[in-house]
Nanobody, 123 residues
Framework: QVQLVESGGGLVQAGGSLRLSCAASGRTFRSYTKAWFRQAPGKERDFVAAITWSGGNTNYADSVKGRFTISRDNAKDTVYLQMNGLKPEDTAVYYC????????????????WGQGTQVTVSS
C-alpha cells in the first residue's frame, strides 16, 4: 500500500531546475518529519534534505546546500524539493520518506517511503 507518492522527476540539462513533490495518500503525515533521499545506480541511498513537521527546522546534505530547498504545505500534506543548478551527479532515483520524530539523516528511522521518482541530469 503506497502512502507517499512522489512526482516531478524527469530529464533536465545541467544547470536546469526541477521541483519534486511528495503527497500523502491514504493517511495523513502532517505531524511527521519528512525527508528526501536519493539513490544512484550501484550506490547506497543517501540523505538529501529533511524538514520538521512545522517547517521550522531543515537539514541539507553538503552536496546540495545552496542549490536545493525543501519545503512543505501541511494543508495539502505535501512536501517539495526545489532543485536548482542541477549537476550530472544529482542523477538518481529520489525518494520521499516520513517519520514520527526529529530530523535524522540516516534512512533507517524513516518508516514510510514513496516509490521514488527518477531524476536524470545530462551534461
Amino acid at each position: 500500500q503506497v502512502q507517499l507518492v512522489e512526482s516531478g522527476g524527469g530529464l533536465v540539462q545541467a544547470g536546469g531546475s526541477l521541483r519534486l513533490s511528495c503527497a500523502a495518500s491514504g493517511r495523513t503525515f502532517r505531524s511527521y518529519t519528512k525527508a528526501w533521499f536519493r539513490q544512484a545506480p550501484g550506490k547506497e541511498r543517501d540523505f538529501v534534505a529533511a524538514i520538521t513537521w512545522s517547517g521550522g527546522n531543515t537539514n541539507y546534505a553538503d552536496s546540495v546546500k545552496g542549490r536545493f530547498t525543501i519545503s512543505r504545505d501541511n494543508a495539502k500534506d505535501t512536501v517539495y524539493l526545489q532543485m536548482n543548478g542541477l549537476k550530472p551527479e544529482d542523477t538518481a532515483v529520489y525518494y520521499c520518506a516520513a517519520r514520527s520524530g526529529e530530523v535524522v539523516t540516516n534512512s533507517s528511522p524513516y518508516g514510510y517511503w514513496g516509490q521514488g521518482t527518477q531524476v536524470t541530469v545530462s551534461s
